[in-house]
């Protein structure tokens, strides 16, 4: 079942060159988790402000459960669309504590069943022993808990999450995603994640919204948009991509790391640019070998390498976190790759020259 459509959804501030959206389609299905994602000033806000309803659409359609609650220049208001908010700043009431920050969106219900209620989710957050703490009193990621518990407990519709873990330590970030996710998975809830983070993303998400420029650059599964991006800037975005310079010929495409078979919509004597990522390549040293390490950056679980090809190109390649080669060790490379990505040259000529300025 469909609880959010947009379809086409426009919108664009006075002074402002380009649409900080536009014609924006995308579906999200009930317990399912989308995560809006792009870099700073993409759009992402912006759309999460549609769904919830703060900002009404220029052009374009946003149906909630079936019916239209946007259309251009008029919006339903948030209290009416049964949405919950999650912020960056949590934006607790600070003068209220844990049990009553949370109860604060139930004054519909009788006492007894709201005091059940918000035991109930203070309870699923973990807070239990914390109910009657004032915010001030609690860590970043409990502060988090309580903004969550409180978005939950009138059952909404829907929850907006705006990158809701910026503000807190790696550690912590890290910890919250997989709590929040937890219980969001839980409760059922459909919901809407907005993160400049790819691994956030794709940690948390069922489906993921690219954005760049206020466009929708790709609307895919975590997978489908890490194996099979659509442009290089969606290729770049979401992890590392090198681009190797390649033809068409025989039904093969043929690089200087080896020829794999042509699965791409690329024809006989095209020039393209395969995409590689540092995990479709493996290193054998070898004496002979025509490719040399650079330089290794060891991460833990995975060895990173900067391997330099004999075009004078530089690749990179992560290897198992035992596997230690020198610099300047002369290495065979051998492509493993599972899903062939290709652009048309110029397009990631074009990309490039774009990042640069
Ligand atoms: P993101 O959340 O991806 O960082 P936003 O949706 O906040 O991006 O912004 C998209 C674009 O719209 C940016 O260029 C931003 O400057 C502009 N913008 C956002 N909100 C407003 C506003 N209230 N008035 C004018 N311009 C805005
Ligand atoms: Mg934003």
Redesign the pocket.
Known sequence: MTVIELIKVSKS????K?P??KEISLKIEKGEILA?L????????????LIAGFEAPDEGVILLNGNVVSEQGIALPPEKRGVGMVFQDYALFPHLTVSENVSFGLKKMGTRERDQKTAQIIEMVGLSDFQNRYPHELSGGQQQRVALARALAPDPELILL??PFSSLDPDMCIRMREDVSAILRKTGSTAVL?T?DHEEAFNMADKVAL?NQ?LLQQYDTPEGIYHTPLSPFVADFVGKADFVPGVIEGGKVVTEMGCLENKTAFQEGDEVMLMIRPDDIDLRPNPEGKAVVLDRQFRGSENHYRVQLSSGQIIHSSQHSTAVYPNQQPVDLQLQITHIVAFAQHEVAQYQREIRT
């Not at 792009?38 to 402000?49: E, Q, Y």
């Open positions: 501030y006075p002074q402002e380009i900080a959206a809006l792009g870099p700073s000033g993409s759009g992402k806000t912006t759309v999460l402000r705006d990158e907005v400049h954005l206020g």
